[in-house]
C-alpha cells in the first residue's frame, strides 16, 4: 500500500511538472521581452514574434517531458512481464491498473 501512494504522489508531482511546463510557454517570453518593450528598445511587432519563436522552440524540445508518460508506461510493461512471466492479458491489466 505504501507503494502504491508513493506511485500516486510521483504521479502527481510529475502532472504539476507538466502543467507548469506547458503554461511556461506563455510566461517565460512575456517575462523576457516585457521590460525591453516598456523601454522601447523593441517594438510590440518584435515581442509578439519572439512569443512564436519561443512557444515553437520549446515543442521541439519538451517532447521528453510533456510525454514521459509513453516511457514509464513501456517499463512498466517490461517491469510486468518479468514479474508475471506467462500471465494472461487479463492478468496484466489488473496488475497495470
Do not use: W
Amino acid at each position: 500500500m505504501d507503494n502504491l501512494n508513493d506511485v500516486i504522489g510521483l504521479q502527481r508531482q510529475l502532472g504539476f511538472l507538466q502543467t507548469g511546463y506547458r503554461y511556461s510557454v506563455q510566461i517565460l517570453p512575456a517575462v523576457a521581452t516585457a521590460p525591453l518593450c516598456f523601454r522601447g528598445q523593441i517594438e510590440l511587432g518584435g515581442a509578439t514574434q519572439s512569443f512564436g519563436a519561443f512557444s515553437h522552440t520549446l515543442g521541439d524540445f519538451s517532447l521528453i517531458v510533456t510525454r514521459y508518460d509513453s516511457p514509464t508506461q513501456f517499463v512498466k510493461l517490461l517491469f510486468l512481464e518479468t514479474i508475471t512471466g506467462g500471465a494472461t492479458g487479463a492478468e496484466k491489466l489488473r496488475y497495470l491498473n
